[in-house]
Nanobody, 114 residues
Framework: QVQLVESGGGLVQAGGSLRLSCAASGIRFSSTSMAWYRQAPGKQRELVAR???????SYADSVKGRFTISRDNAKNTVYLQMNSLKPEDTGLYYC????????WGQGTQVTVSS
């Protein structure tokens, strides 16, 4: 059974930082593409960052230079370091794993106050 468990969300002031973690189980983590998505109230879920199994990384334009995605294959964990947070970064952040199927975590709330 695949499980993705996010942690690290919270309330932070604009300009602050948060680090999200996603612990995965039930998948061959080292060969799995991992990503972070977010969904703001009333908006569609959007891709924030993705790290492929070969280490290739991509970011949404809105977070380039502020967010950093990384993975630790020994710990089956993917991280999202978020710096210089803005109110528009507020939303529910989801961990995503892509194998032959798509798997999602429950989400962790990030709220950035102005």
């Amino acid at each position: 059974q695949v499980q993705l468990v996010e942690s690290g969300g919270g309330l932070v002031q604009a300009g602050g930082s948060l680090r999200l973690s996603c612990a995965a189980s039930g998948i061959r983590f080292s060969s799995t593409s991992m990503a972070w998505y977010r969904q703001a109230p009333g908006k569609q879920r959007e891709l924030v960052a993705r790290v492929f199994s070969d280490g290739t990384i991509s970011y949404a334009d809105s977070v380039k230079g502020r967010f950093t995605i990384s993975r630790d294959n020994a710990k089956n964990t993917v991280y999202l370091q978020m710096n210089s947070l803005k109110p528009e970064d507020t939303g529910l952040y989801y961990c995503h794993a892509r194998t032959l199927s798509d798997y999602w975590g429950q989400g962790t709330q990030v709220t950035v106050s102005s």
